[in-house]
């Protein structure tokens, strides 16, 4: 009976928890519309286009499939050839051999 009785009144905890932050609405946003506080974020690193070279090797935090662009046609890019990939990283395009992720190409987007 004892354990039950804990059972019900943490269930009833977790249900006022929730109530109370369905209550609080979203949270606040600055001018542009994003997200003020100070909430977690994750940063990534930012490499602009004049640091990428043809024949370097992507660095390991941008082999992953965040950054694979599968919309290669919506951003006027070309088909990649086979065994390649279009990444796209801060805004750039860069073309890497799924091999051993060497840039073949780079296309600098619109700054």
Same mark, same amino acid.
Request: net charge neutral; aromatic share 10%; hydrophobic share 40%.
């Given at each position: 009976? +004892? *354990?039950?009785? $804990?059972?019900?009144? $943490?269930?009833?905890?977790?249900? /006022? $928890?929730?109530?109370?932050? #369905? ?15 100070? =909430? ?6 930012? #490499? ?15 082999? +992953?499939? +965040? ?6 046609? /919506?951003? =006027? ?5 086979? /065994?390649?990939?279009?990444? /796209?990283?801060? =805004? ?6 799924? *091999?051993?992720?060497? #840039?073949? +190409? #780079?296309?600098? =987007?619109?700054?």
């Amino acid at each position: 009976m +004892n *354990n039950r009785f $804990v059972a019900q009144l $943490v269930a009833l905890s977790f249900a /006022g $928890v929730s109530a109370f932050a #369905i209550a609080a609405g979203p949270p606040p946003q600055d001018e542009g519309g994003q997200m003020a506080g100070t =909430g977690r974020q994750q940063v990534m690193p930012s #490499i602009p286009h004049r640091d990428w070279h043809k024949g370097q090797r992507v660095p390991a935090e941008y082999r +992953n499939y +965040n950054f694979m662009m599968d919309d290669w046609r /919506g951003h =006027g890019l070309n088909a990649p050839p086979r /065994g390649h990939k279009w990444l /796209g990283v801060n =805004g750039d395009y860069v073309l890497v051999s799924t *091999n051993n992720w060497t #840039i073949s +190409n #780079i296309v600098a =987007g619109n700054e």
